[in-house]
């Protein structure tokens, strides 16, 4: 058979899909066959390609021919442009409006070349369904690297690299993995947190949906690091595509002997199973995580504690990692630890990868380096705000994280420049607001999330972010009262000092932060019952 | 057991070797405000009102934390009563019932907190008012459950824990609308009601006690 010339790539990401991609991609193989075009052409199923709000998305290799907003209707043309000389289908390319023309290739669509694709390299690019594609992309080559290497040599590798863990909390990972290898025990476990509860969030899925090899790789060169011969993989109930992946994923690994005994003929035994989660937005938490693969109810433990890296799962050493973290293992081994920490900024390495979300043109899943300005991630990968509106907050970190205003938009993108500004790296949300958009509200909308998440146990959590909530709710009706506002920084500073665990800890920052930004508008519905964005119909 | 002394308040105290500092102060006649402690059970700090500060100024809750020799810690401070102060107003604003009748009167912890931080009532007035009340759960043949007064210490849940192996007594619901409940499991329950005898507050009552009432 001769050489396929072409490859059309289908994306079914979790987006696109609820887009009709899947019966996009039969009707493509349909037609192909219905053209006699099977020996120009192959299809192939990829993860999320990343420009979700564009979607369903196809690509054409190796141009990188890129259609948007495809459907079943533009499937004759698409293959049409593949014979000689024919056209390539311009209404379904990415009309640029700034050069006012249509653009060929996703390479140079802004949204893309801004970018740097090194977590995300193959999602939208391989077929995670198939181990031979990831294989030849290169994977598990650090694995067999990782395997003649000493434990030690890894992780001294993954220290130097100054990768930090990307769930959240920023912890350095090469640490906790040297912590975990000297804790005494011969059984040791690693998990693998794909809880992502944030509402809105969708990296983890993505990478879990577009690349699920590559965090298992990641998790059996930690399990040989700190001597695990078994992880967990936390995945949420709602998650069936990533579940599903990540499940065929470990078949395969399995039966080319990267999974199971004697991996790669070495003496190291390993192995993955999936556990899926509840759904709680509190059982990402680490020492609730655990619990609840325990089978117990998923509380978060009270400091001072004994560090899961001493006593973790089954009361066994453990490491416990998000899913992009051990996504970037891989790279850091094949390409070394200075490779990776030369990108970033001196206190966070490597990448962040962000659902950009809200008022912003293109909405869609991205990774840029550390260091990145909120303007350059707003405006020119997420090339501004629709229909001419002004720019007024984004909300990063997920529903703890806070909002920023547009005198922040110079801000480097990094675990302590945005903890410093009032919110959060969290675990990659990141939602862009307009001028429409009522600030005090949107403090309502996540407290009301997480006043119904907390898991109910410690006192300030439980009772204060519903006491928050009821606050907000009032101002927006027209029933704020004068005292409100410092009513709301007392209870917000006692909620983050007491709180038990880092859900009630950070559950005030959306509203601390609204406050310490954007005060003025919770003074207009408090004192005048006037909404200055015009959102709050009770306040005229 | 080895004795050595901690700084409490600028007063040496003398402290067990492996006591924690709540038991040390509580031992030496120092009250620092607590509702889920219970001598005898694993600390779980899930009230968070035995806050401290450490001499770096770091609050940390006293249940959990053993004594270390030449400790420095406060009780009192500033810090302290504005991370704890307003958790014990939204406590009360959430606590539905009157104390007048309260069959735990006189004996309760929180009465025992809120004279000793002297909560000022017009400050609690500021807040919302709490969700509607919810139904007594009278399922078992021997005490009730009154989710109006209860405070989520877990007091019953870890002591049927100690007592019987597992608690057949579990934490239900998520965010405000938790509760302590049975799910199904109040007919293995052997009436020993040292939940019953335990719980700080008056949430769990002996039925004959609230047909004498
Ligand atoms: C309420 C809450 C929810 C969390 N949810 C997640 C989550 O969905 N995914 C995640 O990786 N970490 C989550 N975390 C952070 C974890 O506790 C933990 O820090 C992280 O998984 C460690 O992995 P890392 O070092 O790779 O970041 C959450 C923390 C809290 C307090
Ligand atoms: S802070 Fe909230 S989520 Fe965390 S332990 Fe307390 S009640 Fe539970």
């Known amino acids: 058979m001769p050489e396929k010339l072409r490859t059309i790539l289908v994306c079914q990401g979790t987006g696109c899909i609820s887009g009709g991609a899947g019966q996009l991609q039969e009707a493509l193989s349909a037609e192909l066959t219905l053209q006699k075009l099977n020996a120009v052409a192959e299809i192939k199923h990829t993860g999320c390609h990343g420009f979700c709000q564009r979607g369903p998305l196809v690509v054409i290799e190796p141009e990188g021919i890129f259609y948007t907003k495809v459907t079943q ?45 090194l977590v995300l390299r193959n999602c939208g690019v391989i077929n995670p369904e198939n181990i031979d594609d990831y294989l030849d992309a290169g994977g598990y080559k650090a694995l067999r690297k990782a395997l003649a290497m000493k434990p030690e040599e890894i992780i001294k590798e993954v220290k130097d690299s100054g990768l930090r863990g990307l769930g959240g909390a920023g912890f350095p990972t090469g640490r906790k993995w040297e912590a975990a290898s000297q804790s005494p025990g011969n059984v040791k476990y690693i998990i693998c947190n ?33 001597g695990a011969h078994h992880g967990y993989a936390y995945v949420r109930n709602e998650y069936p595509f990533a579940v599903h992946r990540l499940g065929v994923a470990i078949e395969q690994a399995r039966q080319r002997g990267y999974l199971g005994k004697n991996i790669l003929g070495s003496k190291f035994n390993f192995d993955v199973e999936i556990f899926q989660g509840a759904g709680a937005f509190v059982c990402g938490e680490s020492t609730a995580l655990v619990l609840s693969i325990e089978g117990k109810r998923g509380m978060p433990r009270s400091l001072p504690r004994p560090r899961t890296t001493e006593v973790g799962l089954w009361g066994k050493p453990t490491v416990l990692n998000n899913v992009k973290t051990y996504a970037n293992i891989p790279l850091i081994i094949n390409n070394g630890a200075a490779w990776f920490a030369s990108r970033g900024t001196e206190k ?15 909405s869609g899943l991205i990774e840029v380096v550390m260091g990145t300005r909120l303007r350059e991630i707003i405006f020119d990968i997420g090339g501004g705000i629709p229909g001419g509106r002004a720019f007024k907050a984004v909300q990063t970190g997920g529903p703890s994280g806070g909002c920023l205003p547009a005198e922040m938009l110079n801000m480097p993108v990094d675990f302590d420049s ?64 004068p005292g409100d506002i410092d009513l709301l920084l007392e209870l917000g500073h006692s909620i983050k000092e007491s709180s038990l665990c880092a859900l009630g800890q950070s559950a005030p920052n959306p509203v601390l932060s609204t406050i310490r930004y954007f005060r003025d508008e919770y003074e207009a519905h408090i004192f005048e019952g006037h909404c200055p964005a015009g959102v709050c119909t009770h306040c005229l | ?98 104390c007048a009748g309260c ?60 007592i019987h192996g597992e608690s057949l007594l579990y934490y239900i619901g998520r965010g405000h609308e938790t509760k302590v409940a049975f799910y199904g499991d109040e007919k293995k329950c052997e009436t020993c009601l040292k939940c019953v005898e335990r719980c700080p507050v008056g949430t769990l009552l002996a039925k004959n006690l609230i047909e004498a009432k």
């Open chain 1, 418 to 481: 945005l903890t410093s500004a009032g919110s959060m790296m969290g675990s990659g949300g990141m939602v862009v607001m307009d001028q429409d958009t009522c600030m005090v509200d949107i403090a309502r909308y996540f407290l009301d999330f997480t006043q119904r998440e907390s898991c109910g146990q410690c006192i300030p959590c439980r009772i204060g972010t519903k006491q928050m909530f009821d606050i907000l709710d009032s101002i927006i009706k027209g029933r704020g009262k």
């Open chain 2, 103 to 162: 069959p735990a009167s006189g004996h309760c912890e929180l009465q025992t907190v809120m004279s000793h931080l002297k909560i000022d009532r017009k400050r609690v007035r500021r807040l919302r008012p709490p969700p509607a009340k919810r139904p007594i759960d009278v399922m078992n043949r021997c005490f009730d459950y009154d989710p109006n007064r209860c405070i989520l210490c877990g007091i019953c849940i870890r002591t049927c824990e100690a």
């Open chain 1, 194 to 226: 794909g809880d992502e509860g944030d509402p809105g969030a969708f990296q983890d899925r993505s990478v879990l949906e577009g690349d699920p090899h590559s965090v298992i790789e990641g998790m059996i060169i930690a399990g040989y690091a700190i």
């Open chain 1, 73 to 117: 209707n533009d499937v004759p043309d698409i293959l049409h442009s593949l014979r000689p000389g024919a056209p390539l289908v311009e209404r379904l390319l990415y009309y640029d409006t700034v050069i006012n023309q249509p653009i060929k290739s996703f390479h140079d669509v802004p949204f893309y070349y801004k970018q740097q694709r």
């Open chain 2, 1 to 98: 057991m080895s004795k050595l002394t901690i700084n409490i308040d600028g007063k040496e105290v003398q402290a067990k070797s492996g006591d924690t500092i709540l038991e040390t102060a509580l031992a030496a006649g120092k009250y620092i405000p607590h509702l889920c402690y219970c001598p005898g059970l694993k600390p779980e700090a899930l009230c968070r009102l035995c806050l401290v500060e450490m001499a770096d100024g770091e609050l940390i809750t006293s249940c959990r934390v053993p004594v270390v020799r030449g400790m420095v810690i406060k009780t009192k401070s500033p810090a302290i009563d504005r991370a704890v102060r307003p958790t014990v107003e939204l406590l009360i604003k959430y606590h539905h019932e009157r």
């Open chain 1, 348 to 362: 966070s390495k490597g990448t962040a990868i962000f659902s950009l979300t809200g008022k912003v043109v293109n």
